[in-house]
């Protein structure tokens, strides 16, 4: 089944403590984004990557890193997460076809206290 | 430059009455637009896309867009609502020849009353 799988799907931190959470596609796609979902913000993009070792800056990538060593995955790094990274995270991908129409994951919401 | 408004923030419909959510854009060259939908807990699902061609696109669940390129608009269309469409659905554009990043409007809130 063509999927994209996030992980955790729920998380709970403190200020200050480093986590990742994983990107994983099977669908071979060249390109994958990371989007960060707040109330009344809709999606505002973080990251993205055209393909292996190519990232670049989306709208909101402060606090963010990301590393594309690996087709397939595309984990998000938060070094030293803060409260106002609170929000609800999901990873995608997408190819050249169909106009790059894009394959959500399930989404992981992350509390920082 | 590239960008999305989706007009209503919620929309409330009842039971098999039309369903309309608007969405207008703005590209500097010929779009690539874009419906997704959300349901409660779950992560974004595509419903319908226009690249290029017929400008009524149908998806899935029995909605429909139409792209009106002198309207800037690629409203979303339902004629009856069920209960099970309740969500959040977004609209999105991209550039084509541009770049691959889209950009979504803030998404609006369908509600259905029974």
């Known amino acids: 089944e063509a999927q994209v799988t996030q992980n955790p799907r729920y998380l709970i931190t403190v200020t200050g403590k480093k986590l990742t959470v994983t990107c994983s596609q099977n669908m071979n796609h060249e390109y994958m984004s990371w989007y960060r979902q707040d109330p009344g913000l809709g999606l505002r993009q973080i990251y993205y990557s055209m393909n292996v070792e190519v990232t670049d800056k989306g709208d909101v990538p402060e606090g963010y890193k990301v590393s594309r060593k690996e087709k397939r995955n595309f984990p998000l790094i938060l070094e030293s997460p803060s409260p106002n990274q609170t929000s609800l995270y999901f990873c995608?991908?997408?190819?050249?076809?169909?106009?790059?129409?894009?394959?959500f994951g399930p989404g992981t919401r992350l509390t920082v206290t | 430059a590239q960008s999305v408004t989706q007009l209503g923030s919620h929309v409330s419909v009842s039971e098999g009455a039309l369903v309309l959510l608007r969405c207008n854009y703005s590209s500097s060259v010929p779009p690539y637009l874009f419906w997704y939908v959300q349901y409660p807990n779950q992560g974004l699902q595509l419903l319908l896309k226009?690249?290029?061609?017929?400008?009524l696109v149908k998806g899935i669940n029995g909605f429909e867009a139409e792209f009106k390129k002198s309207e800037t608009s690629f409203h979303l269309t339902k004629p009856s609502a069920h209960m099970s469409d309740a969500a959040e659905y977004f609209c999105?554009?991209?550039?084509?020849?541009?770049?691959?990043?889209?950009?979504f409007g803030r998404g609006t809130s369908l509600i259905v009353h029974p």
């Open positions: 226009y690249t290029t061609g017929a400008t």
């Open positions: 995608a991908s997408s190819a050249r076809q169909g106009g790059y129409e894009q394959y």
């Open positions: 999105a554009v991209r550039s084509s020849g541009g770049s691959y990043i889209p950009t």
